[in-house]
């Protein structure tokens, strides 16, 4: 079974520093990873995902995360934070195609001027 | 690009009732889901519908039920409304090609039972 823990429930950071979302993750299989983004009042948006290849990925808005499969982890980090990433943020695992997609609790974060 | 249309933005139903939640696809993909969002809880798979007239319980199906009769809509049924059924409701749709297994959300539906 699959299953996915973000820690954290709120993350607070100042306006260009670095934004740090802690992501783990239980797969019976090689994982799908996903980081999505919900602003307010509307439905979730792709930031960047993992299926195969290259461990680290780039996604829009400046955001990257890492595959590290020793420690069962997809951290999402931000070099620089805006004003603008302030919002609720989802990780999500999928064992694969016509297999359910889980979801964490949520990290929202919040940035300070 | 890719546009899932939830019927319904904002919804405020009576205890007992019957109600149905619609969800429309436009890119023909195979499989579509639905969601509850609770503060804290993250999204919670109700069900899951892998091709048309194919379904699967989620996390939490119990006082739902689904519909695919065609491939680009997937209705959610409530068949007794429950106050504690009062959520956000998410549809989404993934295909199983060369899209890297991305799924796609409409804007959500606001339920409220009273």
């Known amino acids: 079974a699959q299953s996915v823990t973000q820690l954290g429930s709120h993350v607070s950071v100042s306006e260009g520093a670095l934004v740090l979302l802690r992501c783990n993750y239980s797969?019976?299989?090689?994982?799908?990873l996903f980081w999505y983004v919900q602003y307010p009042n509307q439905g979730l948006q792709l930031l960047l995902k993992?299926?195969?290849?290259?461990?680290l990925v780039k996604g829009i808005n400046g955001f990257e995360a890492e595959f590290k499969k020793s420690e069962t982890s997809f951290h999402l980090t931000k070099p620089s934070a805006h004003m603008s990433d302030a919002a609720e943020y989802f990780c999500?695992?999928?064992?694969?195609?016509?297999?359910?997609?889980?979801f964490g609790a949520g990290t929202t974060v919040t940035v300070r001027a | 690009d890719v546009k899932v249309t939830q019927s319904s933005r904002y919804l405020v139903k009576r205890t007992g009732e019957k109600v149905f939640l619609e969800c429309v696809q436009d890119?023909?993909?195979?499989?579509m889901f639905w969601y509850r969002q609770d503060p804290g809880l993250g999204l919670r798979l109700i069900y899951f519908?892998?091709?048309?007239?194919?379904?699967e319980k989620g996390d939490i199906p119990e006082g739902y039920s689904v519909s695919r009769e065609k491939k680009e809509r997937f209705s959610l049924i409530l068949e007794s409304a429950s106050t504690n059924q009062t959520s956000m409701y998410l549809c989404?749709?993934?295909?199983?090609?060369?899209?890297?297994?991305?799924?796609?959300f409409g804007e959500g539906s606001w339920l409220t039972v009273v």
């Open positions: 519908s892998y091709d048309v007239k194919m379904k």
């Open positions: 999500a695992v999928s064992e694969g195609h016509d297999y359910k997609l889980s």
């Open positions: 993992y299926t195969t290849g290259a461990t």
């Open positions: 890119m023909d993909h195979e499989n």
């Open positions: 989404a749709s993934r295909d199983r090609g060369v899209s890297g297994n991305t799924i796609y």
């Open positions: 797969s019976s299989v090689p994982p799908y």
